[in-house]
């Protein structure tokens, strides 16, 4: 393989979230990816920061009254943090901060030198976590927590976030769409879950413009987002130049997803790898750090997840999945 600096974070500690049967995000989800990518031959680093770094990385972004909230909740043995959505285990608190700690050693990975790529193969999601509210799966915002550490820490002055995702990340944009130090800019099913996301939505005060919503219909497939991405979203990111370029890398948008409505194919995925590594390189020396998001189809995920990292990290291109495979 030709890995251009690319490397993989994980733990094995956001395998002990569980959900009740039935419930689309599963630790099997991650247990798929990681072994793929494992017999693929990428390379893995199976630990992260250590726990104050992410405590105080995580102060910068959620409510302390919420962090100590959702402690409570795990501590108590709730069912549940805030809606159905957001089921809780034994394993749950640990598994969210095993997250956090994962994103942001992958973060001091990415924004080490030039060419410095990085993937966080975690879970539970984040873009829908609010500042203090979990929702949509997600507790923790580890995208928006990895942007504030690479501002605050790591030297970077401004942030780009690409959500991709097929739902609106609603917690990362209001997280930041008051700034302008941050771009949050997505691509998304609309109108879906969560209901934000309409293209009217660009920021507000200061952030007013950094940031920018490319709502799609359902069904669209490659040429769409194509469209949407050479047309709008890479001439953003490219404008704002950032110093390090964050990817939210959901793999719902794929044509078979169980939660999904879009047709994105296995080249899709693989083509925005090829264009979002090629615009890290004009406009902030490479360094690109991607944490997953969605993605529901276990059969398919661990392949579409290998193809996109495989296209960011520079390799020849692989023969797709047949038209019939899904």
Not at 57 to 67: G, K, L, Q, R
Not at 164 to 176: A, C, E, I, K, S
Request: glycine letters at 10%; proline letters at 6%; charged letters at 20%.
């Amino acid at each position: 393989m030709i890995l251009r600096a690319m490397r993989i974070f994980t733990d094995a500690r956001c395998l002990e979230h569980r959900a009740p049967r039935g419930y689309p995000e599963q630790p099997e989800r991650l247990a798929a990816v990681i072994a793929h990518l494992e017999a693929r031959g990428w390379p893995l680093e199976r630990s992260g920061v250590a726990r104050e770094v992410a405590v105080s990385a995580v102060s910068s972004i959620h409510d302390p009254e919420y962090v100590e909230r959702f402690r409570r909740a795990a501590v108590r043995g709730d069912a549940l943090l805030d809606s159905a959505d957001n089921p809780l285990s034994d394993g749950t608190w640990d598994a969210a901060w095993a997250a956090v700690e994962a994103t942001l050693a992958a973060a001091e990975w990415a924004a080490s030198s030039p060419g410095a790529r990085a993937f966080a193969a975690v879970r539970p999601p984040g873009h829908h976590a609010e500042r203090a509210l979990a929702m949509g799966f997600c507790f923790f915002n580890n995208a928006a927590i990895a942007a504030e550490h690479c501002r605050h820490h790591l030297g970077c002055d401004r942030v780009a976030i690409f959500d991709f995702d097929v739902h609106h990340g609603n917690g990362t944009q209001h997280l930041f769409e008051d700034r302008a130090d941050v771009l949050y800019a997505s691509t998304h099913q609309f109108p879906f879950y969560p209901g934000t996301g309409a293209a009217g939505e660009v920021g507000l005060g200061a952030g007013r413009g950094a940031t920018l919503n490319v709502p799609l219909p359902a069904g669209t497939g490659d040429a769409g987002y194509a469209e949407a991405i050479e047309g709008q979203i890479l001439p953003a990111l490219r404008a704002f130049r950032p110093d390090i370029l964050v990817i939210s890398a959901g793999f719902d948008a794929w044509r078979s997803d169980p939660l999904g409505g879009m047709a994105v194919t296995e080249e899709g995925f693989a083509a925005w790898g090829r264009q979002l590594a090629a615009l890290a390189d004009e406009v902030c020396s490479g360094r690109l750090l991607a944490v997953m998001e969605g993605g529901y189809d276990l059969v398919h995920l661990p392949r579409l997840v290998d193809r996109f990292l495989s296209a960011a990290a520079g390799e020849p291109p692989r023969a797709p999945l047949s038209p019939g495979a899904d």
